[in-house]
């Protein structure tokens, strides 16, 4: 498999917004710029959901230093990860509104840069996790970085229409690693739990391309909301978002989650399942970006609610 390499660089005249992931002011800087290839708003989602999982594991707060590293660790796994997703998409970013002004499209780090710092993320974010908690939890994290580059990046996301599907099965491992620094092992509430974050990956990101439709159409990346309609793409939605309220359901017997969890996870899971109905009536931009706003608020709120639950039980 191949990765184009020939991108013409886009030099921005002055600071922009970008919507979406893509969030915040155009970098102008080297360090902005490498701080940028890490994408740190979706770096904020996923360990959200990291220290909740570590109180319900260590069933209160565990120590403040095995915070810190398994936060730092996974911080560093997940910035790698998304700088070589960076790396290999150069090419299409290019074509793209969304991501035509990445640092490596602009030629603000140059491709070999950019990919000898994520590889450097990559491996001191092993060697704080096995140093700092325990050898599951790095290769936990290595996993997910695997993962996502060969199996979503480099196969998937060009040739599939259920590329986010399968591939966003790295985002969910967060949850595992973790579990894994508290525990030295998995059990069924971590898997669980990586359960909810699986099935709420599609409905969470279709809503954010049915917005920017023109852009993945453009760029030939097959993402659903390009290359079937929008009814086809709201039933699939509606499916995850079914399975995703069961599947937040079942913590409850399962991992004997008390009332404010479980009233959390019915009233939350009925909202996005109202939501994402609704936007079936309606393919505006602007419908999409609330339930994809919302979808952010749902998984933020759940895992809050995880972690009160544990204290008033």
């Given amino acids: 498999m191949t990765v184009p390499i020939n991108v013409r660089p886009f030099v921005p005249s002055r600071l922009t917004r970008r919507p979406g992931h893509e969030s915040g002011r155009i970098p102008t800087t080297a360090v902005a ?21 570590m109180v319900v ?36 970013d290019a074509l793209m509104e969304r991501t035509k002004n990445r640092p490596l499209v602009t030629g603000l ?5 950019g990919l000898i710092f994520a590889i450097s ?21 290595l996993s997910a970085t695997l993962f996502y580059v060969f199996i979503y990046s480099l196969w998937l996301k060009r040739t599939s229409k259920q590329n986010i599907v399968i591939g966003g099965a790295a ?34 990101f279709w809503a954010l391309a049915i917005k920017h439709n023109d852009d993945y159409t453009a760029a030939g990346v097959p993402m659903l909301p390009s290359v079937v309609s929008h009814e ?19 913590l409850v017997p399962v991992s004997h ?5 479980g009233i959390s996870a019915l009233v939350l899971g009925v909202a996005f399942l109202w939501g ?32 009160i639950d544990v204290f008033v039980r």
């Fill in 276 to 307: 994402t109905i609704a936007l079936g009536k309606s393919d505006s931009p602007s419908a999409s970006m609330r339930l994809f706003s919302f979808s952010i608020s749902y998984i933020s709120l759940l895992f809050i609610a995880l972690t």
């Fill in 232 to 250: 086809k793409v709201i039933a699939s939605m509606v499916r995850y978002t079914i399975a995703l309220l069961v599947a937040s359901l079942i």
């Fill in 121 to 141: 993320l990559e491996i001191v974010a092993f060697l704080v996790l096995w140093a700092g908690t325990n050898l599951l939890s790095g290769i936990l994290a």
């Fill in 33 to 53: 710029g490498y701080i940028a290839l890490t994408k740190p708003r979706i770096i904020e989602l996923l360990l959200i959901t990291t220290i909740p999982t």
């Fill in 171 to 204: 985002g969910a491992v967060p949850v595992l690693v973790g579990w894994a620094a508290v525990t030295n092992s998995l059990s069924w509430t971590p898997w669980l739990l990586f359960l909810v974050i699986f099935l709420w990956t599609p409905p969470h």
């Fill in 57 to 92: 594991a260590n069933d209160g707060w565990p120590s403040l230093w095995l915070m810190v590293v398994t936060m730092v660790g996974g911080t560093l796994a997940a910035g790698g990860a998304n700088a070589i997703n960076m790396y290999i998409d150069r090419d299409i």
């Fill in 257 to 261: 989650m008390g009332w404010v969890y």
């Fill in 109 to 113: 780090i140059s491709p070999r840069n």
